[in-house]
C-alpha cells in the first residue's frame, strides 16, 4: 500500500530502523530498471507456510485470487511470475530468528513447499543448506521439496597475497565437490535428478565499517580473489545453478556511497566487466601455472571466444598458451583490471584509483605477458 502509511519498526535482526519504504513493488520496479530476476526469501524463521503461501499468491497468483485482488488494488493487474523462491536463510545459524534444529526444520521446509507450490506449482524453490550434517539431511529428507540447495561463504583477511587471493575460489571447489559427494553417497537422492547448488551469498567479509552497518571497503586484492572465484564457478558450472555476490549497495556491496557520491569498489568492477564481457559456455583449460588462474568461454554463437587471466603476483607473468581445435588471431580486445598494489581502492567523490581500461588490438600470442596484480580478459574473434 501506500509507503506514507507503512509503519517503520526497530529491525529485529540487525542494527537501526526499517524504515519500510521498500516492498515488494518497490523491489520489483528496481528488477525491471535493472533488468535482473527477482529472487524472493520467505521467512521460515518467525514465519510459517501460510504468510509463505499469501507471498506467493500476493506475487504469481490471478487477480481473481484474494492475495492478486490485493496486489492489483495496490497497482499491478498481472501477476509478476517470480520463479525463483527460497524458504529461509541460513536458518542453521543460532543468529538466525526462529533458528531450529535440523531434525526439525526439514519437517517445516516440507510444509513450506507445500503450500507455496499449492499456489503456484511452476515456482523453482531453494532450500537452505550449509556444507556437513544440515545439507545432508536436508538433501535426505526434502529431496522433493527442493529445486535447489542455497549454500553460502565468507571470507575475511589472510596474510599473503596468494592465500588472501585463493581464498574464494578454494571455497566454491570445496562446496562443488561436497555436493558431488552427496550425490554418491544420500540414497534419497539415487535414481532422481542432481540437486544443484544455489551459491546465493558469497564475498569477503571483513575491515571497519565505512559506508554504515557492514560497509566494509575492497582493495585490489579482493578483486582479484573474485575474479579468481568467478574463474573456479566456470569451472565447476555443472554444479551450481545460480551464484549471487552479496551484496550490491554499501553493505559488503560491489558499490560504494556517500550522500553525494557513489564509486564501483574493486570487486563491483570485477563483476561489471564478467557480466558484460566473459562468455557463457565453458571451455576447457588445462595446464595453467601457479599462480596464474585461467578460464575460457564462449559466447553465444561461439564466434567470440573470451579467455581471461589473474595474476595475483607483484611481479609480471610471462603464460604460453595454444589452442586445439580453432584458430585465432594475432591480436584481441583486451579489458584489464591492475593497480599500484594490492591495498588499491576506490573511493566516493575522487577519481576512480582501479578501473577497467579497455585497449583494442592488443598483442595475443604464444606467450601472454600478464601485468602485476592484473585481472586481464581477451576477446578473441576465434575460428
Given at each position: 500500500?501506500?509507503?506514507?502509511?507503512?509503519?517503520?519498526r526497530?529491525?529485529p535482526?540487525?542494527?537501526?530502523?526499517?524504515?519500510?519504504?521498500?516492498?515488494?513493488?518497490?523491489?520489483?520496479?528496481?528488477?525491471?530498471?535493472?533488468?535482473?530476476?527477482?529472487?524472493?526469501?520467505?521467512?521460515s524463521?518467525?514465519?510459517?507456510?501460510?504468510?509463505?503461501?499469501?507471498?506467493?499468491?500476493?506475487?504469481?497468483?490471478?487477480?481473481?485470487?484474494?492475495?492478486?485482488?490485493?496486489?492489483?488494488?495496490?497497482?499491478?493487474?498481472?501477476?509478476?511470475r517470480?520463479?525463483?523462491?527460497?524458504?529461509?536463510?541460513?536458518?542453521?545459524?543460532?543468529?538466525?530468528?526462529?533458528?531450529?534444529?535440523?531434525?526439525?526444520?526439514?519437517?517445516?521446509?516440507?510444509?513450506?513447499?507445500?503450500?507455496?507450490?499449492?499456489?503456484?506449482?511452476?515456482?523453482?524453490?531453494?532450500?537452505?543448506?550449509?556444507?556437513?550434517?544440515?545439507?545432508q539431511?536436508?538433501?535426505?529428507?526434502?529431496?522433493?521439496?527442493m529445486?535447489?540447495?542455497?549454500?553460502h561463504?565468507?571470507?575475511?583477511?589472510?596474510?599473503?597475497?596468494?592465500?588472501h587471493?585463493?581464498?574464494?575460489?578454494?571455497?566454491?571447489r570445496?562446496?562443488?565437490?561436497?555436493?558431488?559427494r552427496?550425490?554418491?553417497?544420500?540414497?534419497?537422492?539415487?535414481?532422481?535428478?542432481?540437486?544443484?547448488?544455489?551459491?546465493?551469498?558469497?564475498?569477503?567479509?571483513?575491515?571497519?565499517?565505512?559506508?554504515g552497518?557492514?560497509?566494509?571497503?575492497y582493495?585490489?586484492?579482493?578483486?582479484?580473489?573474485i575474479?579468481?572465484g568467478?574463474?573456479?564457478?566456470?569451472?565447476?558450472?555443472?554444479?551450481?545453478?545460480?551464484?549471487?555476490?552479496?551484496?550490491?549497495?554499501?553493505?559488503?556491496g560491489?558499490?560504494?556511497?556517500?550522500?553525494?557520491?557513489?564509486?564501483?569498489?574493486?570487486?563491483?568492477?570485477?563483476?561489471?566487466?564478467?557480466?558484460?564481457?566473459?562468455?557463457?559456455?565453458?571451455?576447457?583449460?588445462?595446464?595453467?601455472?601457479?599462480?596464474?588462474?585461467?578460464?575460457?568461454?564462449?559466447?553465444?554463437?561461439?564466434?567470440?571466444?573470451?579467455?581471461a587471466?589473474?595474476?595475483?603476483?607483484?611481479?609480471?607473468?610471462?603464460?604460453?598458451?595454444?589452442?586445439k581445435?580453432?584458430?585465432?588471431?594475432?591480436?584481441?580486445?583486451?579489458?584489464?583490471?591492475?593497480g599500484?598494489?594490492?591495498?588499491?581502492?576506490?573511493?566516493?567523490?575522487?577519481?576512480?584509483?582501479?578501473?577497467?581500461?579497455?585497449?583494442?588490438?592488443?598483442?595475443?600470442?604464444?606467450?601472454?605477458?600478464?601485468?602485476?596484480?592484473?585481472?586481464?580478459?581477451y576477446?578473441?574473434?576465434?575460428?
Amino acid at each position: 500500500g501506500d509507503p506514507d502509511k507503512r509503519p517503520p519498526r526497530k529491525n529485529p535482526a540487525w542494527q537501526g530502523v526499517e524504515h519500510n519504504d521498500v516492498g515488494v513493488h518497490e523491489f520489483m520496479d528496481i528488477c525491471r530498471l535493472i533488468g535482473t530476476e527477482p529472487y524472493i526469501t520467505v521467512n521460515s524463521g518467525q514465519g510459517n507456510e501460510t504468510l509463505a503461501a499469501d507471498m506467493v499468491e500476493y506475487v504469481n497468483g490471478a487477480a481473481s485470487t484474494q492475495m492478486g485482488a490485493l496486489r492489483a488494488r495496490n497497482g499491478r493487474a498481472e501477476p509478476w511470475r517470480v520463479a525463483w523462491w527460497s524458504i529461509g536463510n541460513e536458518m542453521y545459524g543460532g543468529w538466525q530468528l526462529g533458528h531450529m534444529p535440523v531434525q526439525d526444520y526439514v519437517l517445516k521446509h516440507n510444509r513450506f513447499a507445500a503450500a507455496m507450490r499449492a499456489k503456484d506449482p511452476a515456482i523453482k524453490l531453494v532450500a537452505i543448506g550449509a556444507v556437513g550434517e544440515w545439507s545432508q539431511r536436508m538433501l535426505a529428507a526434502c529431496r522433493d521439496a527442493m529445486d535447489a540447495m542455497s549454500e553460502h561463504f565468507y571470507v575475511g583477511d589472510r596474510p599473503g597475497l596468494l592465500s588472501h587471493v585463493n581464498q574464494v575460489p578454494a571455497e566454491v571447489r570445496r562446496i562443488a565437490e561436497a555436493h558431488r559427494r552427496y550425490r554418491l553417497t544420500i540414497g534419497a537422492l539415487a535414481g532422481k535428478p542432481p540437486v544443484p547448488v544455489a551459491l546465493d551469498e558469497w564475498n569477503y567479509w571483513y575491515g571497519p565499517d565505512l559506508y554504515g552497518e557492514i560497509g566494509v571497503r575492497y582493495f585490489l586484492k579482493d578483486a582479484l580473489g573474485i575474479a579468481a572465484g568467478l574463474h573456479e564457478f566456470v569451472r565447476q558450472s555443472d554444479m551450481f545453478v545460480m551464484a549471487n555476490y552479496a551484496q550490491t549497495v554499501n553493505v559488503i556491496g560491489a558499490i560504494k556511497t556517500t550522500k553525494t557520491a557513489a564509486a564501483f569498489d574493486t570487486t563491483g568492477l570485477v563483476l561489471k566487466l564478467y557480466r558484460a564481457e566473459f562468455g557463457t559456455i565453458p571451455v576447457k583449460v588445462t595446464g595453467a601455472p601457479a599462480p596464474l588462474d585461467v578460464a575460457a568461454a564462449w559466447r553465444e554463437g561461439r564466434k567470440i571466444l573470451t579467455v581471461a587471466v589473474v595474476n595475483p603476483t607483484k611481479d609480471v607473468q610471462d603464460l604460453p598458451i595454444s589452442f586445439k581445435g580453432i584458430r585465432i588471431p594475432a591480436s584481441a580486445r583486451l579489458h584489464l583490471i591492475t593497480g599500484p598494489d594490492p591495498d588499491a581502492y576506490n573511493e566516493p567523490g575522487k577519481e576512480p584509483v582501479i578501473r577497467i581500461e579497455t585497449k583494442d588490438g592488443a598483442p595475443f600470442g604464444p606467450k601472454l605477458s600478464l601485468p602485476p596484480l592484473s585481472v586481464s580478459l581477451y576477446e578473441l574473434e576465434a575460428k
